[in-house]
């Protein structure tokens, strides 16, 4: 894929947006610093954080968009994924979460719906 920016222009921009992602970094690193303790209402927000995160990045692989209805709620990822909170949520436990969703995405993909 070629652009018409030319070569210095394309590494100014990686440059600029590098400065400006470290300097976002920082700027948290140097507040948290400075400050003696985090203020309670900022700590009960911020610990809404991961999970908000780990939603963004899992969710749209769990929730596709099948032809039907039925499809959709039978797609093996969803399934998988539903299992896998399900004994998140039963037992805390992050590496039994991992192993019960990829068994059952590996059982419902290659011999179930094989």
Known sequence: MTTGYGS???W????????????????????FGRIDGVPPMLERALRFVP?????ALVLPDLLTIRPSFLGTLLDERLL???????????TENVLATIAVGMTVLWLL??????
């Open 8 to 10: 210095v222009s394309i």
């Open 12 to 31: 100014a921009v990686i440059l600029v947006v590098g400065i400006a992602t470290y300097a976002i970094r920082l700027s948290f690193i140097y507040l």
């Open 51 to 55: 999970p908000a995160v780990l939603a």
């Open 80 to 90: 998988a994924g539903a299992v896998a909170g399900v004994v998140a949520w039963r």
């Open 109 to 114: 993909r290659f011999v179930v719906l094989a």
